[in-house]
């Protein structure tokens, strides 16, 4: 793939609906925190130097993530409480309090929620697929990235 065909795929990533915007949230200062902060050490995280690390969950398409953590329905509240507390919210969790001020959570939250957006199709927070949409599909809903 191309350089200027990876930086438009970037920049569709950007701007995410409505319903996942974070109040206060700055995507470009939560790309810094992230960094960081060393999520790295431990996420796969498009846009992310050096974030390559499978120890947890990749966040790859975060956007269009229905559910957080296995527990909590995708959304700027329960990922902001996430990113603050996650011992708090899912006690003996593998991912560490990281000791995020409530401005950095916000901004790395919208970031998060950059990474995907723009896309055509989005899997409403914390709806599961209907009885018989899980079959083949002729348009699937995680796309290969150059697709
Ligand atoms: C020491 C490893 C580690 C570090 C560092 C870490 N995480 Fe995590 N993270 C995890 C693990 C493990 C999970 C899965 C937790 C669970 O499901 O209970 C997780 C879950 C998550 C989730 C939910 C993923 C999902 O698929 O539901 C998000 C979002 C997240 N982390 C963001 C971050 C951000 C942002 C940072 C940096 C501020 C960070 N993490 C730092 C290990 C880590």
Known sequence: ????????LAAC???PPPELRVAGGDA???????????CGACHVIPGVRGAVSWAGPP?????RRGWLAGRFPNRPDTLVAWLLDPQ???PGTAMPNLGLTEAEARDAAAFLFSIGA??????????????????????????????
């Open 59 to 63: 966040l790859e398409e975060w956007s």
């Open 13 to 15: 990533d950007a701007e």
């Open 1 to 8: 793939m191309t350089l200027p065909l990876l930086l438009a």
């Open 118 to 147: 723009g896309r055509a199709e989005r899997v409403p927070a914390g709806m599961p697929l209907a009885p018989g949409d899980g079959g083949p599909r002729p348009d699937p809903r995680i796309r290969p990235r150059d697709g």
């Open 88 to 90: 708090a919210m899912s």
């Open 28 to 38: 470009a200062a939560g790309r810094v925190v992230v960094g960081e902060r060393g």
